[in-house]
Each structure stands twice: as structure tokens, then as C-alpha cells.
């Protein structure tokens, strides 16, 4: 089941921008993070980026000073703003949303991921 569809992904030339944006299912309720994760070819996937509930912020060093992740307030939404685009950025992007659904239990959402793809 999709529970996040991402969106923004595409072909672009090294220095340029994308902007991803997430949004999760409306039945979706008590989110307390959420996060962009990318999986380039041959590797496993890496942390992007991630917001807490608190509006701690976490990046990979690889992309700090790059990328801004923002969240709207109230809103099952994230955006990842990917600025001086590099060929190592290109990868699948998936977006991800941690749910507690109870004081005991938390819930795992995925996005099918977007594709982006830096080259000249």
C-alpha cells in the first residue's frame, strides 16, 4: 500500500536545483518525524535528511549546506529543497514517515521513491 507519494524528482545538470515534495496519506495520524532517505545503484539506503516533531533537523554531512528539509506545520507534508546538485546526489529518494499510533507501538511508511538523476 502507499502510504507516501513523493514527487519533484528528475534529470538535471550538476549545480542545479529539485525540489522533492512528500505527502502522506490523510490516514496517517500522530507523525513525530519525518525524513528523505536515498538508495544510489549498488548501495543501500542512506539517510537524507530528517524533522522531528520538535523541529530538530538532521543531515547527512554529505549534503549539508545543500539541502533544506521543511516541514508545514499541521500538515502531513515534507519537502526537500536540493540545491548545488552533484552526480553523487543521483539516487532513488524515498520519503519516510514514523507514526505512533499508541504509548507502545510505532508505525513505518514508506514512499515508492522519485528518481534524480545528475548529469550533463
Known amino acids: 500500500q502507499v502510504d507516501l507519494v513523493e514527487s519533484g524528482g528528475g534529470l538535471v545538470q550538476p549545480g542545479g536545483s529539485l525540489r522533492l515534495s512528500c505527502v502522506a496519506s490523510?490516514?496517517?495520524?500522530?507523525?513525530?518525524?519525518m525524513a528523505w532517505y536515498r538508495r544510489a545503484s549498488g548501495n543501500g539506503r542512506e539517510l537524507v535528511a530528517q524533522i522531528d516533531t520538535d523541529g530538530q533537523i538532521t543531515y547527512d554531512d554529505s549534503v549539508k549546506g545543500r539541502f533544506t528539509i521543511s516541514r508545514e506545520t499541521g500538515k502531513n507534508m515534507v519537502d526537500l529543497q536540493m540545491n548545488g546538485l552533484k552526480p553523487e546526489d543521483t539516487a532513488v529518494y524515498y520519503c519516510?514517515?514514523?507514526?505512533?499510533?499508541?504509548?507502545?507501538?510505532?508505525?513505518?511508511?514508506w514512499g515508492q521513491g522519485t528518481q534524480v538523476t545528475v548529469s550533463s
Open positions: 490523510e490516514a496517517i495520524r500522530n507523525i513525530y518525524t
Open positions: 519516510y514517515a514514523g507514526a505512533r499510533v499508541s504509548a507502545m507501538r510505532i508505525d513505518n511508511h
